[in-house]
């Protein structure tokens, strides 16, 4: 099962840690990727949270955040060549 939530600039899809690989099965996995190029056009990103662990889907990049706070920032960067620079700041407050 999944459930979505949004953060002001990223929609975060939890997945249930019971069915972990959910999030990859299509048509879900279509649909998230097709989200996040259009996310990343606007500046804004899509995350999957199984548990604490989390990726970031961008246009053309999964990348693997491990186990993370849920309550984190995600800072993302696009590097010259398409690669995707990502930092996992503490929460704030």
Same mark, same amino acid.
């Given at each position: 099962?999944?459930?979505?939530?949004?953060?002001?600039?990223?929609?975060?899809?939890?997945?249930?840690?019971?069915?972990? *690989?959910?999030?990859?099965? %299509?048509?879900?996995? /279509?649909?998230?990727?097709?989200? #996040?190029?259009? $996310?990343? +056009?606007?500046?804004?990103?899509?995350?999957?949270?199984?548990?604490?662990?989390?990726?970031? *889907?961008?246009?053309?990049? %999964?990348?693997?955040? /491990?186990?993370?706070?849920?309550? #984190?920032?995600? $800072?993302? +960067?696009?590097?010259?060549?398409?690669?995707?620079?990502?930092?996992?700041?503490?929460?704030?407050?």
């Amino acid at each position: 099962m999944l459930y979505f939530t949004a953060d002001g600039a990223r929609l975060i899809a939890r997945c249930d840690p019971g069915s972990p *690989l959910a999030w990859r099965r %299509e048509p879900i996995y /279509g649909q998230l990727k097709r989200w #996040a190029v259009t $996310a990343w +056009a606007q500046k804004r990103s899509v995350m999957v949270m199984v548990g604490e662990r989390a990726w970031l *889907l961008t246009a053309n990049h %999964e990348v693997d955040l /491990g186990a993370i706070d849920p309550e #984190a920032r995600i $800072a993302v +960067a696009e590097q010259p060549g398409g690669r995707v620079e990502v930092r996992v700041l503490p929460r704030e407050g």
